[in-house]
């Protein structure tokens, strides 16, 4: 049995069934979401397509089918990294696994050739086009397959940014080897991937499987800008000592400049970005995989094929493209389930921009349209003065009833105010002033400021002067950002920074529509973790310090990522359990059969050293 050796392929095995294979190879307790029926239709035999979160344990699904069902399991993944780390993760758990791809040498390709064709694998991860090559398909059809797991499935979709061709060749599959199922995996959750999928992969049936795609462990917070370098440090320093994480900037050399400026304040940071040489990248992102509490600042380049399970915060410095990438991007911290942060901040400069950007698109009107649509829900989820989770999962079609208690919003309820007649002042004056000026101008106008420019405007005569002296400066600027965000203003199509009324703006300025805006707050009050931190450990005390290193050492010695030996969330429990024999530590969540076998003597020699264990924590 593979689950306790390594050199043998699973034989059908009727009595394991999938909760003991998930407990004795894997080491969890339970499964997720819907991940137990998913693999009872699977290990039945049925086609499936698994629409489920990042960080939702879709391995799972098609690995413990792997296992249950006699004959090797085909894994097409499209990345070769990726398939490398899931592969090592799968032999520290004593599964049989293997890749089989360009990346190999000749003679190590021709080993593992020998050993599918001789039934010693449970699974193997192979890229579209090696598994397409004819001489491939010929001689797996010499073999016993398992099933087909087509991972980032989405892959199919012509309109997806992560589009591949050879993954349309994939359709052959069902004709060659009509009697193996299949099934698709994919994060990507609109409905268009989702049929674009059915129809070219699974054209002969399959069951879907639909997961909630709220990620409970992640914190979303979005702040407004007030010198975000430093405030991006303060948050890392507060709340992410030596953690890992990534810092999305919108271009290359904030990348460069952030990571360089973070460096400077004695942080581990990289920049990652498609101007650096594809070495250069590919060090980086080793690094970011193999070491502890490396911060990655990045271009929207980095993250797919990125399966580190411990990324504890992803930030934007910069408004990401659309409501797709901000999920995507922030669904890459705390995969293994423990608290993490998805942390942004923006301002007006921001909403400028990007407005600007889609006055000038030069897109068909039709795109351009969906272009906005996708715009204005990134600047509504932005502005947003409710719980964050229900403006997120709407836009994903799912229904979530708010106040989740682990987001901004819920933790520190933003207050709100009647703004409808600030609002008419600041619109009027942006129209008096003839429609051209930034928001500093308008501002200075609105509070009758004595600057050389309104004097030489002649400014100060017109009726909007000073009409706004009872509200200070930093109100009037929220105003404006938000009356951006609304759409009630709009930048000028030459992009000279200047402020005009939008298409909306008439009721408002007629006083036919009230108008309610939060108040700003720069810097929100510190508060509790919620409930949704099952784990939390003192990353300072000695016993974590010492498992880590334990940890580390290991991994280096392996040659493998730290989390492949154990997982945080598994070290932390470790630390809490402070077990004193092996069959306690086979009772912790992670702790597997092999890794028992493995690892087990020298986690309890790392614990005995410790000081009794009320003190450790
Ligand atoms: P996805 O591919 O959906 O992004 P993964 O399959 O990589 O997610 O799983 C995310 C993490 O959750 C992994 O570290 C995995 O080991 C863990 N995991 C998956 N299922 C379970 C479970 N039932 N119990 C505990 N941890 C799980
Ligand atoms: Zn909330």
Redesign the pocket.
Known sequence: MSATSTSTATEANPDRDASAV?RQV?G?????GR?AEIIDAVTAGRNALVL??????????YQIPALLRPGTAVVVSPLIALMRD?VE?LRHNGVAAAVLNSSLDAATRYQTEQRLLAGELDLVYMAPESLLRDATLRWLERINLSLFAI?EAHCVSQWGHDFRPEYLQLAALAERFPKVPRIA?T?TADERTRAEIRHRLLADGCELFIDSFDRPNIRYRVGLKNNARQQLLDFIQREHPGHSGIVYCFSRKRCEETAAWLHGKGLKALPYHAGLDSDTRQAHQDRFIREDGLIICATIAFGMGI?K?DVRFVAHLDLPKSMEAYYQET?RAG???LPADAWMVYGLSDIMQIRQLLANSTAPEAQQRLERERLEALLAYCEEAGCRRPALLNYFDEAHPGQCGNCDNCLNPPDTWDATEAARKALSCVYRTGQRFGAGHVVDVLMGSETDRIAILGHDAISTFGIGSDTDKKTWHSVIRQLLAHGYLQPDPEGHGGLQLGPDCRELLRGETSLTLRRDVIAPKRRARSTAAKIDVDTSSPGWQALREWRLITAQEENVPP?VIF?D?TLAAILDARPETLAELAEI??VGRHKLDKYGEGVLDVLATLPAASTSR
């Open positions: 998930l894997f969890y307790e339970r499964f997720r991940q489920m979160p990042t960080g939702g344990g879709k391995s799972l699904c899931q993760a991972d995996l994060a399966d399970p669904g995969r293994d389930g989390y997982h969330a969540s992670g």
